[in-house]
């Protein structure tokens, strides 16, 4: 049986192997877990970005960098592809798991998700449980990761803490610019999920955003990168399903169509008291959407990059 914890192993592994080179820290928190600091303290790089991108989604992935343009701006950009996008998405990728139930608790995504219990909502819309004797887990916040939560996490698991890999990065930091405008698959099942979609139809999946530029403010930066997501990110889905079912939902998951459309994550996120999950779930979606239909051959396709948000959002100051 697939493992997403024994795949993302095979990435951590290269990273404790060479973190100098990577521009990451490696301690043992007081429980005995292994903390990578990706980006808390830590500067980061572009290839830690890139393999905390292949980590998030359980190693089932490929991601490369090209090129965009804003404002006559040469800018680079994400793209990630994945061919199991249910469990590597849903399963592993999406931020869904609240270590407590409080406004700042962090909020964790990686392929421990899929060994928690019980599993959180979009881990378990996976259908995928893991059974492996390491985990590893993401987090994305300013503050330290403590020993007490380490075990939290390895304990909700069934993990021996020292089998317990988190890596960690805040919003301001090289690491996260890169990896969170490639979250723009999750983003769109996520939708999808709401609209009452069948996700196992989904087969292969890709998308591309673009990295905004470095700044560091943890709100400027939380902005920045979500608006990437949300104004730049761009969707490709291929699936096994209708083509009138593919034609009347590709138009209802795009953000041009959200409530909060045009407006910056930043205030957005400041509206709601600095709470993720004050959000509406529904504002959570991707620029463009495309959904190709492999019994037909036919592609549905809705959105459009807005680059007069993005362009205030990267280049109007922090």
């Known amino acids: 049986m697939l493992s997403v914890n024994a795949e993302a192993m095979k990435i951590v592994r290269r990273i404790l192997e ?3 080179a990577l521009g990451v820290e490696v301690s043992r928190l007081s429980n005995g877990s ?8 830590a500067p980061g790089s572009w290839q830690a970005g890139r393999l905390f991108t ?3 989604v359980g190693g089932l992935g490929q991601v490369s960098f090209e090129g965009f343009t804003l404002a006559g701006v040469r800018l680079p ?6 061919d199991r996008p249910l469990v590597a998405c849903m399963g ?3 931020a869904g798991w609240r270590l407590v139930d409080e406004p700042d608790a962090p909020i964790l995504a990686g392929p421990a998700r899929t060994l928690n219990n019980p599993p959180d909502y979009h881990a378990a819309l996976s259908g995928h449980r893991d059974a492996h004797h390491e985990g590893v887990v993401t987090v994305q916040m300013s503050r330290p990761v403590t020993g007490e939560m380490a075990q939290v996490m390895a304990q909700a698991c069934g993990l021996a803490p020292e089998n317990l890999y988190v890596l960690a990065s805040r919003h301001a930091c090289m690491v996260s610019t890169v990896q969170v405008p490639a979250r723009g698959i999750e983003t769109a099942m996520h939708r999808l999920a709401l609209e009452g979609f069948e996700l196992d139809r989904i087969q292969h999946a890709w998308c591309t955003g673009p990295v905004p530029p470095l700044v560091d403010d943890e709100l400027a930066s939380m902005g920045r990168i979500n608006d990437a997501l949300y104004y730049g990110g761009e969707v490709g889905l291929y699936v096994d399903a209708p083509d009138d079912l593919l034609e009347s939902l590709a138009p209802k998951v795009v953000s041009e169509v959200s409530s909060l459309a045009r407006r910056s994550f930043a ?3 400041r509206e709601a008291g600095y709470d993720f999950h004050a959000i509406p779930l529904a504002a959570h979606t991707p ?3 495309h959904m190709t239909n492999i019994r037909s ?3 549905f396709s809705a959105g459009h990059l807005d680059l007069e948000v993005l362009e205030r959002s990267f280049f109007g100051g922090a």
Do not use: F, H
Request: proline share 3%; aromatic share 4%; net charge neutral.
């Open 287 to 289: 620029a463009v959407l």
């Open 297 to 299: 051959g036919r592609t």
């Open 77 to 82: 950009a994400i793209r990630l592809l994945v």
């Open 267 to 269: 205030d957005v996120y």
């Open 92 to 94: 592993c990728q999406v």
């Open 18 to 20: 060479s973190p100098e």
């Open 34 to 41: 292994v903390l990578i600091d990706m980006g808390q303290k």
């Open 54 to 56: 292949l980590v998030t």
